[in-house]
């Protein structure tokens, strides 16, 4: 039978095998390409103090008259996976305002100690901070959210007047699903999933992008997947089940919804965002071609016109 320092000599090994790996397949201009979206949009971020941590918000005011546009970002992620969109709504005057998340991208990230930090209501509370405080009492707001984000948005939404719409890409009824079984890999020890961070980043890059995608995006949402510290995803992935609970089912919209899934989307297929559809009174569901999870970056021009049309069109109802 190994000794302890025997066992902390294998891990010691096997760590610095994969960091070597790692080091070998990662490219240091994606590590670049991440930094680059911060730089770019330096002086139209701020942050904004929560009661366990600071926000990044981004808040790029728009013409007077003009729907603003709140992205919500998914798990474990960053806004700048929405670039493509906030240039595309800043540059047609819209009140444009995008956050990292608590514990993400370059938001603080607040060590655990009471279990409640990454749990869900705690982002659905922050998302509903950056709402009333970002944009004025008379403003129509479209929330377009991401994945875990789409919860997110539904939540928020469904407790500001400001909200005429949202948008949903990479979306599924997730409360109605078996999440804790999906992630009991998240209940290693920290210790052990710290040594595996760097595969996991690869996996989810892999998973998250269309079989033919662009080879530096995946090396890129690899290198920002792998910048999560351990505590942070680790706490998020044990706390999501509490979705599942009827306490925190969402408020299901009554104003028109878009939903945009990727054709080769495996994390939340198109069957998913079928039967949310199914659930909504007014849903209108797009299929992305060439692009999978991610499909805001494979094919953010597609993405950002099916947006677009979609606030002309429940203006021109409105009206």
């Not at 610095?16 to 490219?27: C, E, I, N, S």
């Amino acid at each position: 039978m190994l000794s302890l320092l025997e066992i902390l000599g294998v891990l010691f090994i096997v760590q610095a095998v994969l960091r070597v790996l790692w080091g070998l397949w990662k490219d240091p201009a994606a590590v670049e390409r991440v930094k680059e979206f911060y730089e770019k949009y330096a002086e139209s971020m701020e942050k904004l103090d929560t009661n366990k941590g600071r926000l990044l918000v981004l808040d790029s005011p728009g013409e007077k008259g003009r729907v603003g546009v709140l992205f919500v970002h998914g798990s474990c992620a960053r806004m700048g996976q929405f670039e493509a969109q906030i240039e595309y709504f800043m540059n047609r005057g819209h009140h444009v305002v995008a956050y990292d998340a608590i514990g993400c991208g370059r938001s603080d990230k607040p060590v655990c100690m009471d279990g409640n930090t990454y749990h869900p209501r705690r982002f659905v509370g922050d998302a509903v901070k950056v709402l009333h405080s970002k944009f004025d009492e008379d403003e129509k707001v479209v929330v377009v959210g991401h994945s875990f984000g789409c919860y997110v948005a539904m939540q928020a939404a469904s407790k500001s007047e400001k909200v005429i719409g949202t948008v949903y890409i990479g979306s599924s009824p997730m409360w109605e699903d078996n999440v804790k079984e999906k992630t009991k890999i998240f209940n290693l020890p920290n210790a052990v999933l710290w040594y595996i961070r760097p595969i996991l980043g690869m996996v989810f890059a892999k998973k998250a992008l269309a079989p033919a995608g662009c080879r530096s995006l995946r090396k890129q949402e690899a290198e920002a997947s792998s910048q999560n510290p351990v505590h942070m995803f680790c706490s998020f992935w044990r706390n999501i089940h509490h979705i599942t609970h009827p306490d925190n089912h969402p408020t299901l919209p009554e104003h028109p919804v878009l939903l945009i899934s990727g054709h080769h989307d495996s994390i939340t297929p198109r069957a998913h965002a079928d039967k949310l559809a199914s659930m909504l009174p007014d849903a209108t569901h797009v299929v992305i071609p060439d692009a999978a999870h991610q499909c805001m970056q494979e094919q953010p021009h597609l993405v950002c016109e099916h947006i677009g049309e979609y606030i002309e069109r429940i203006l021109s109802t409105a009206a």
